[in-house]
């Protein structure tokens, strides 16, 4: 399987700490995407970084790519109670189908006010 | 971003009867629309490609005849749960993407729930 293995699979903080969710994955990658879900909603895209970039940055959210160990991480810092939700990362891999995204197992993030 | 409106959120069906979940790319036109299946706390699940204008892929282990997909137009893909069982509720999401290998845009979901 090439779903990627994403963890913690629970994360709990404070608010105003800064969370960091991993995510590994089994083969080579075209770019990896990270997305968020409210609990009972839709995923909402949240960063994109491409296989030859190494860090990425939007607002609060920094996202970095190893490939050489086929991992990702995603930083959110200052942390808010709304930025509670569950964060997958997403892959497209060379030679699946066009388009076609294989989701990590999701990291379930609590910020308590 | 481009917007993907799925219908309706939520539906509840007795056994035995089909329901059917619509997708809409508002703002942009998508050959390639996907269909996923999510359990509780659990991770999307790619159940099938919709391609617009020719039959669907499923993934191995997904009924093509329990879940029938027909993509008619460049901005709409239909999914319909036929003989629905209650081990079909699922909250299912749909997504398509502007172009090739960019980020993928999502509907809202739907949450269906068989009695």
């Known amino acids: 399987s090439q779903q990627g293995e994403e963890d913690p699979q629970a994360l709990s903080i404070q608010e105003g700490e800064n969370a960091t969710m991993n995510c590994s994955y089994k083969?080579?990658?075209?770019?990896l995407q990270w997305y968020r879900q409210n609990s009972g909603r839709g995923l909402v895209h949240l960063i994109l970084?491409?296989?030859?970039?190494r860090e990425k940055h939007s607002g609060r959210l920094r996202v970095t790519l190893d490939t050489s160990k086929k991992s990702s991480s995603l930083l959110i810092t200052a942390s808010r109670a709304a930025d509670t939700a569950s964060y997958f990362c997403?892959?497209?891999?060379?030679?699946?189908?066009?388009?076609?995204?294989?989701f990590g197992s999701g990291t379930q993030l609590t910020v308590l006010p | 971003g481009a917007v993907v409106s799925q219908h309706p959120s939520r539906v509840i069906c007795k056994s035995g009867t089909s329901v059917k979940i619509e997708c809409r790319s508002l703002?942009?036109?998508?050959?390639?629309m996907f269909w996923y299946r999510q359990f509780p706390k659990q991770s999307l699940m790619l159940m099938a490609t919709s391609n617009e204008g020719s039959k669907a892929t499923y993934e191995q282990g997904v009924e093509k005849d329990k879940f029938l997909i027909n993509h008619a137009s460049l901005t709409l893909s239909t999914l319909t749960v036929t003989s629905a069982h209650p081990e079909d509720s699922s909250f299912y999401i749909c997504?398509?993407?502007?172009?090739?290998?960019?980020?993928?845009?999502f509907g809202q979901g739907t949450r269906l729930t068989v009695v």
């Open positions: 970084i491409r296989s030859n970039e």
């Open positions: 997504s398509a993407s502007p172009m090739a290998g960019l980020e993928a845009f």
């Open positions: 083969t080579s990658i075209n770019n």
């Open positions: 997403a892959a497209y891999y060379p030679g699946g189908s066009a388009r076609q995204l294989t």
């Open positions: 703002d942009f036109q998508a050959t390639t």
